[in-house]
């Protein structure tokens, strides 16, 4: 077994003695930010020792490879984009506030997404079509190692997908903009220029999120074993348990306890160097 040690700053100090509680008999850089200790051990303190060190680790066995695997989905906000698109919306109408708690409790699983989404849909009623834009050209970044990412994930033959509790204006922008294979998500209401503070047809939530990446897979003829779910919130939950290899990617603490992978430190680009 691989053991995946990652951080900001990754101490030699640190690596040795990782190596010494996993058992490992070599230490291997993969990047400046990424090691790789070979023949460890899954033993008791490494989760803890690398909570305190602020480092990321993952216990990878040494024959996956990237290219093992066919498609990547992952949620947009606070996964691939490093902003709440809908928190935003908000910020237009002097309610960020009210909505980014409904948020939050929504991201813990203490709401469920669909009613979560209308009563924060509802609370953009009136907002300007033209602030949705404004939103995407001023406030969406994303994430540290997105491009880099999909980059990599591209060049070993996978396809990608973006599936969103958010809205179809900026999954359908960030589709073009990052030359996404697929793209999901749910469509605003407007009428006059103005969101009615309704969202059209069937709320992609929870259920729709693995409706959708199950519908492509099929699709794409694909095995679970060769999927890869990336998200951060409860809603992502089961669209990760619909894939292979699940990551929680700064995520909550409910779904870090039930993916395959955790990331806390590092950006998406540590992703691929679990399987590099």
Avoid: W
């Amino acid at each position: 077994m691989n053991l995946i040690i990652q951080g900001m700053e990754v101490e030699n100090s640190d690596l040795r003695e990782l190596a010494k509680l996993a058992g490992a008999n070599h230490i291997e850089r993969i990047t400046g930010e990424a090691f790789r200790l070979r023949n460890a051990s899954r033993r008791e303190h490494i989760s803890e020792y690398c909570a305190e060190a602020e480092l990321d680790f993952a216990f990878v066995e040494p024959t996956v490879q990237l290219k093992d695997f066919g498609l990547v989905a992952m949620d947009m906000d606070s996964t691939l984009l490093a902003i709440e698109s809908i928190d935003e919306i908000a910020d237009m109408q002097g309610v960020k506030a009210q909505v980014a708690e409904i948020t939050q409790r929504t991201m813990r699983g203490e709401i469920v997404f669909a009613e979560s989404l209308r009563q924060r849909t509802a609370l953009l009623q009136g907002v300007d079509q033209e602030a949705l834009q404004y939103v995407y050209d001023n406030r969406v970044r994303l994430s540290p190692g997105a491009e880099k990412m999909l980059q990599r994930m591209k060049s070993a033959g996978l396809k990608t997908m973006v599936i969103s509790g958010g809205f179809t204006f900026f999954t359908d922008r960030i589709k073009s903009r990052l030359d996404f294979d697929y793209a999901a998500a749910n469509t605003l209401d407007v009428q006059n220029g103005k969101l009615t503070g309704k969202v059209l047809g069937e709320i992609i939530g929870e259920h729709g999120k693995a409706e959708v990446l199950n519908k492509v897979r099929e699709e794409l003829g694909l095995k679970r074993e060769q999927i890869i779910a990336i998200g951060d919130g409860a809603n992502d939950l089961k669209m990760m348990d619909a894939a292979g290899v699940s990551v929680a990617y700064h995520a909550k603490p409910v779904v870090q306890a039930k993916a395959t992978y955790a990331i806390n430190h590092v950006g998406l680009d540590g992703i691929i160097n679990l399987f590099e």
